[in-house]
């Protein structure tokens, strides 16, 4: 069974950095999409960025572009989120999912698509 687990998660002001990650278990992960959603009270979750494991290949939504970096290490089995220039209405929680079988096309932003899902860790951005 897959497992996720997030972590570094907090609380920091407006204009600063966060790091996430997300440790995967259970399988092996090279056909794998691994990505990032957030939810903020009240608020649908919505996606953040994806990463293809077996190529790296990157997927970002509109409002983080070049402001956050999502990236992997193959040998621990981790997922990355670097998050800079974090604004108050970045405040949510950030969940790690995987999807199996992902070969490319345009719908890396589906939740549905995910089939595994970690706790979530919270990040407050305070102004």
Known sequence: QVQLVE???GLVQAGGSLRLSCVASGRTFSNY????F????GK?????AAIRWSTGSTYYADS???RFTI?????KNTVYLQMNSLQPEDTAIYYCAARVG???????FLKNEYAYWGQGTQVT???
């Open 33 to 36: 999409l691994m990505g990032w």
């Open 71 to 75: 990236s992997r290490d193959n040998a």
């Open 64 to 66: 983080v572009k070049g």
């Open 102 to 108: 992902y070969y490319g096309g345009s719908n890396y």
């Open 44 to 48: 649908e979750r919505e996606f953040v």
């Open 38 to 41: 957030r939810q903020a009270p």
């Open 125 to 127: 951005v305070s102004s």
């Open 7 to 9: 972590s570094g998660g």
